[in-house]
């Protein structure tokens, strides 16, 4: 089957996900875990393997497959999985902001590469990809919320955190969807390939 959900770097990102997953419940009193809910994350941090296979599906399969777009929904769950895994959430400080920032960027750069192979404009995509960011971290803060109410200590979460959270990720999510337009003509050609 061409262009289907063989890509390498596709892969690499699925299978390091699923590793990385693997090993947050299976060391769940490693220092780097405790407190953090990563067995209640667990399932919510796989559902994103099967979301573009899952809508490129429903969509009648059409041809090539966004293995870009899948790469960069999966990267952010991999990204902060991989600095709990790495302990570098406990040991800088910055780790949340900056993965705040940067998951956004790619996550929101996935769904604007899906939105420009519709008849939309590019403000349209711009302002759209943005909203969904929007959305999307709102969301993101209110299930961190519902794990900390749930008696998770580790995610130290505050009424500031949140805050920074939500601009950090929106910005993010508005830089990443106006570099894959400034950028997308090769990104697009980039995406299409099968190597």
Same mark, same amino acid.
């Given at each position: ?37 990563? *067995?209640?994350? !667990? /399932? #919510?941090? =796989?559902?994103? @393997?099967?979301? &573009?296979? $899952? ?16 790469? *960069?929904?999966? !990267? /952010? #769950?991999? =990204?902060?999985? @991989?600095?709990? &895994?790495? $302990? ?26 899906? @939105? ?80």
């Amino acid at each position: 089957m061409k262009h289907t959900l063989h890509h390498p770097i596709l892969w690499a990102v699925r299978v390091a996900l699923i590793v990385a997953i693997i090993i947050t419940v299976s060391f769940p009193s490693w220092e780097q875990f405790e407190g953090k809910g990563m *067995l209640f994350r !667990a /399932p #919510f941090y =796989l559902f994103p @393997l099967i979301v &573009v296979p $899952g809508i490129w599906r429903l969509r009648g399969r059409p041809e090539p497959y966004p293995w870009a777009v899948d790469a *960069l929904v999966i !990267a /952010p #769950f991999l =990204l902060d999985t @991989l600095g709990n &895994v790495f $302990g570098f959430y406990n040991n800088f400080d910055a780790t949340d902001d900056v993965l705040h920032f940067v998951n956004w960027v790619l996550l929101i750069a996935g769904v604007t590469i899906a @939105l420009r192979r519709t008849e939309m404009g590019k403000l349209n995509i711009w302002t759209t990809a943005y909203g969904l960011g929007g959305l999307a971290i709102i969301w993101w803060e209110f299930a961190e919320y519902l794990v900390q109410e749930a008696g998770t200590a580790g995610l130290g979460l505050t009424y500031g955190d949140t805050i920074g959270d939500l601009l950090l990720s929106s910005t993010g999510g508005a830089v990443g969807a106006a570099l894959v337009l400034f950028f997308g003509d090769k990104l697009s050609s980039t995406a299409s390939s099968t190597a």
